[in-house]
């Protein structure tokens, strides 16, 4: 009795379609799951696993600016002094502010209150174009000290520090012109999270026109949840790199 | 249809027999029907479309290199644009062909349909990565157009950041589309093999083509976005000039290699891995067997996508690394050789006493298994330190990888394209002729890349468009050779477009297969299956077909 592989069902897919989709709530439910959970749990660990590729997007990344610091470690500490702990760690706060919104968000999609999504979701962008424009600021900061990777980067500041009223040891001209690998590497590392934060920005602004469309407010929160762990994982990026860029061994001996 | 008595071919009879009346083929019509589909059936069909394109272009250029070094003069085109052949061929072949061939095609097609699924999970980001794939291919196409680009596949710094000035970044943005399109691909067949088996359907039931399948997306979602990262830099460095490997800023060059090869030497398991997975099905139809060591092969596939994390360095021996590190990865290379053995051995062991027959298919295994084994243990050469350094940057690599990727790959792609065309297309292709074709791949492989394995050795570098006259006779049988294999590939692209309207109706299961792809109609319906299939026999089971089909007659009768 065992030799049969093909065993029917209480439904099928063709004749009994109607009958397959009456106990569907859900009308995002896609015809090829057998069952919401499944469709739900696919989602999330695709979502995973994406992030996983984002972990090894990131950590090559990771990966060159450990190098180069052990490397490079002097004309790092240097150029690292140079970066403003206080817009970093306002930063740091604001996006704090913006994944505790998401995770809100998340939960009153899941209780299924509308306007509060909506709310949480415009709260999360608002925070994340504070981040950007901090970001920004911090850039064009850069730009105007010649501290952009380039055709006019300039060492000048790190060969004579006491000329500009900088308070740190000269560095030697060679070990000097190691700072433009930090700072190709902090506009690396950094844009690369600000581009994440941009594509997170304006799905934000879709899943927003979503919420208010009135699309999750019936129990189907698959889109926000995930996007909320893509906003979490874009977070955590940033809570690696405010340490990795901007905090450890300043100013080494004071 | 076959010339020889002994056959396992089993065709309903050809009076009576048609094509089904609904099928994924016909359900719906119009350019546009294909175009936003979501069936994995006929993104499949897309791609394998896409690929065969992708492929003639690069084979174009592999015919051009060996039209160049036909003669030891540089006679033909200039260096520089030689340069350019052979990186567009490298690209081509390795991005736009190798790396989807198998996964993007018969991946698509029949993971889902082996699983006992509808579709893969995700079928709307399965379309997006057809997408992606072809942004990426125009990009390629256009950095070929706007004059070419001479890298190498490799994009070498600071020769890809400072020295050319040829459409490097344009060709990078191209590879870097395609690798989202195989990062959606691999992402889209690990959730499927994860979550929509069907029941019954455990994992040591999965047909071995999944087992390789999976490992491959493994390689290709954490391998590839190392990949993009990598090309990001290259590009912003060209273009803005940051400085992360620039010698002149304090960059190192050598950290480019490691990143790039990071993905690189597992992107060769990534091509080799799902063509492995054809082998496993195709051996075992062929010789009416389960394929023995069902489990130590499946298990071998996952090893060697661990192990090729940890051997990238072995394409760096001589480029200034630790000889310690160097002896490190020279020894983790040869454990790679160990799973792959296993595959080896164990489709051996499949063949004893098998009733083993002699259709097209098989004879691509077949080559498959020499050309393959030939190719995996002259990488046990290379990876040897000493002999590396001899033989590194001369033809003999160019021979051991092309033994493994058109020997291997290629014959694996083409068993697969012929085993499963009858369930595709519902029609046989013309077997005299496919034999024939398979016959001249082989010759006109092995016409092509044994003489360089023996140029390598006497020390011919790659990369090259002049050499010295004692070259010439190898080089005029290589060049001869790919002409033979050229005839090779053309063949079936011929047979098989003839095929479409002419060949034999095929019925469900040709090759009395055990695979759940041969128990429903061919082509399939839309939806696959009419019912959810209920697993509870293990791969390979012929004995369970024969009892099936006896009760089929029963009940039947």
Request: a negative charge.
């Given at each position: 009795m065992d030799n049969v592989i093909v065993a029917t069902r209480?439904?099928?897919?063709?004749?009994g379609a109607s009958e397959e989709h009456?106990?569907?709530?859900?009308?995002?439910?896609?015809?090829?799951?057998?069952t919401e959970q499944q469709q739900r749990e696919a989602g999330t660990f695709g979502m995973w696993l994406f992030l996983l590729t984002e972990i090894m997007f990131f950590g090559g990344l990771f990966m060159s600016y450990l190098l180069y610091r052990n490397w490079y470690h002097d004309a790092f500490v240097v150029a690292s002094n140079q970066l403003s702990i206080k817009l970093g760690a306002f930063n740091t706060a604001v996006l704090i502010g913006s994944g505790f919104f998401m995770a809100l968000g998340v939960w009153a999609a899941e209780v299924r209150k509308k306007g509060l999504l909506v709310l949480f979701l415009v709260l999360t962008t608002l925070l994340g174009l504070v981040f950007l424009g901090v970001k920004y600021d911090e850039y064009h900061e850069k730009w105007e000290k010649h501290h952009?990777?380039?055709?006019?980067?300039?060492?000048s500041e790190f060969v004579n520090p006491h000329a500009y009223g900088i308070k740190e040891e000269p560095l030697a001209p060679d070990m000097a012109q190691k700072t433009q690998v930090f700072f190709s590497l902090y506009f690396a590392m950094t844009g690369m999270h600000a581009l994440h934060m941009i594509i997170g920005i304006v799905l934000l602004g879709w899943l927003t026109y979503r919420a208010h469309r009135g699309d999750f407010s019936s129990g189907y929160v698959a889109p926000i949840e995930n996007f909320g762990l893509y906003w979490h994982f874009v977070d955590i990026v940033w809570l690696f790199l405010f340490p990795l860029l901007y905090l450890i061994n300043r100013h080494p001996g004071s | 249809m076959s010339a020889t008595s002994n056959t396992i071919v089993n065709l309903p009879d050809q009076r009576t027999a048609t094509l089904p009346k609904r099928s994924y083929l016909n359900q719906e019509d119009g350019l546009l029907s294909w175009l936003f589909t979501g069936d994995h059936k006929r993104i499949a069909i897309l791609y394998l479309i896409s690929i065969t394109f992708f492929f003639f272009i690069g084979g174009a250029f592999a015919g051009l290199i060996r039209l160049e070094l036909l003669t030891p003069q540089p006679d033909l085109v200039a260096s520089d644009t030689y340069n350019k052949f052979f990186s567009m061929h490298g690209i081509i072949m390795v991005f736009l062909f190798l790396v989807p061939s198998v996964p993007a095609t018969l991946g698509n097609f029949l993971i889902p349909i082996m699983l006992g699924?509808?579709?893969?999970?995700?079928p709307k980001i399965n379309l997006l990565s057809w997408y992606l794939y072809w942004i990426g291919g125009l990009f390629t196409l256009s950095a070929l157009v706007l004059g070419g680009v001479d890298t190498g596949w490799t994009f070498t710094t600071p020769l890809s950041t400072h020295y050319l000035n040829t459409h490097v970044v344009t060709a990078a943005t191209g590879v870097f589309i395609i690798g989202f399109s195989s990062i959606f691909t691999g992402l889209n067949f690990i959730v499927t093999i994860h979550r929509m088996r069907a029941p019954g359907m455990t994992w040591f039931r999965m047909p071995l083509f999944i087992w390789s399948n999976y490992a491959a997306s493994i390689l290709m979602v954490l391998g590839t976005p190392v990949l993009a990262i990598t090309l990001v830099l290259v590009a912003l460095e060209r273009v803005v000039g940051l400085g992360v490997f620039d010698p002149t800023k304090g960059g190192d060059p050598l950290l480019f290699q490691h990143l790039f090869w990071f993905y690189s030497h597992p992107a060769v398991y990534i091509m080799i891995l799902p063509g492995m997975g054809v082998i496993s099905e195709v051996i075992s139809t062929f010789s009416r067997k389960r394929v023995f060591g069902y489990t130590a092969v499946a298990f071998s596939s996952v090893a060697i996508a661990l192990f090729g994390f940890f051997v990238w360095e072995h394409h760096m021996f001589i480029m200034g690394v630790s000889n310690y590190s160097a002896l490190v990865f020279s020894l983790l290379t040869m454990l790679v050789a160990v799973p792959s053995a296993i595959k080896i051995f164990n489709w051996a062991f499949t063949l004893q006493q098998g009733s083993i027959t002699f259709e097209t298919p098989m004879l691509y295994a077949f080559g498959f298994l020499g050309l393959f084994t030939i190719g995996g243990m002259t990488g046990v050469y290379l990876g040897a330190l000493g002999m590396d350094i001899h033989?590194?940057?001369?033809y003999f690599i160019v021979a051991h990888f092309h033994f493994v990727m058109v020997g291997g790959m290629l014959m694996a792609f083409l068993a697969g394209i012929h085993f499963w065309w009858p369930k595709m297309t519902g029609r046989m292709y013309p077997e005299s002729l496919s034999k024939l074709a398979a016959v001249t791949t082989f010759i006109g492989f092995n016409l092509t890349f044994l003489p360089q394995f023996i140029l390598g050795y006497l020390g011919m570098p790659r990369r090259y468009h002049a050499y010295p006259p004692e070259f010439q006779v190898l080089n005029v049988l290589s060049t001869a050779g790919a002409t033979v294999l050229g005839v090779g590939y053309m063949l079936p692209l011929l047979y098989l477009g003839w095929s479409l309207?002419?060949?034999?109706?095929?019925?469900?299961?040709p090759w009395q297969a055990t695979g759940l792809e041969w128990q429903i109609q061919s082509p399939p319906l839309t939806e696959n299956f009419t019912e959810i299939p209920i697993v509870d026999h293990e791969a390979y089971d012929y004995e369970w077909l024969a009892h099936k089909t006896e009760q089929e007659v029963t009940t039947v009768g």
């Open positions: 209480s439904h099928t897919h063709e004749a009456a106990h569907v709530a859900l009308p995002q439910h896609r015809h090829h799951f057998e952009i990777p380039g055709a006019h980067f300039d060492v | 699924a509808k579709d893969l999970a995700f033989l590194t940057e001369t309207k002419y060949g034999a109706i095929a019925g469900n299961n």
